[in-house]
């Protein structure tokens, strides 16, 4: 008896206790925009405008390394107003891919325009095998229509 009353205490309980939505896109899919609120730049309109770029767009599949040896990838970099980046990373060898992420902080010379500047990306953690503890990335680095030219200096 006291068996049944608790089982159907616990149904009772279950099916009107408090229920749980998904969440959902409001507007668009597109993702939101993140402010540069609170990012260091050079204080003229073209770095500005760079700025903004290199908040709102992810930059993908670049090499930061062209060394021999495994192949180490950044899938995804995604540089926030509080200067900092996270990379989604993959790193390939003998057929075998590992997912791992580094991060770091960066900085930008005044802009030569508004789609390009000279960056300096510092790499502060990793959980990629064999990848330095810190390093210091020095880069050319181009946003135009969301896309990305990175070139090393």
């Known amino acids: 008896m006291i068996r049944s009353a608790l089982l159907v ?21 597109a993702p939101a925009q993140e402010s540069i609120e609170g990012a260091k ?13 290199l908040i709102k767009f ?3 599949d670049f090499k930061p390394t062209d ?5 180490f990838i950044y899938r995804s970099i995604d540089f926030k107003p509080n200067n900092t980046w996270l990379a989604m990373a993959e790193m390939s060898a003998d057929g075998e891919t590992i997912e791992c992420k580094e991060e770091g ?3 930008m010379d005044p802009a030569a325009d508004e789609h390009t500047a000279a960056m300096t990306w510092t790499l502060g953690r990793t959980t990629c095998a064999g990848r330095p ?3 210091i990335l ?6 135009e229509k969301g896309e990305y030219r990175i070139v090393f200096r």
């Open 9 to 29: 205490t616990t149904i009772l309980l279950a099916a009107c206790g408090a229920k749980k939505t998904e969440p959902t896109a409001s507007g668009s899919d």
């Open 41 to 53: 730049f050079p204080d003229d309109a073209s770095s500005k405008s760079f700025a903004e770029k």
């Open 58 to 60: 992810d930059a993908k």
């Open 67 to 71: 060394g021999a040896g495994p192949v």
């Open 105 to 107: 902080t960066w900085e």
């Open 133 to 135: 503890e810190s390093s």
């Open 138 to 143: 020095r880069l050319k680095v181009n946003i």
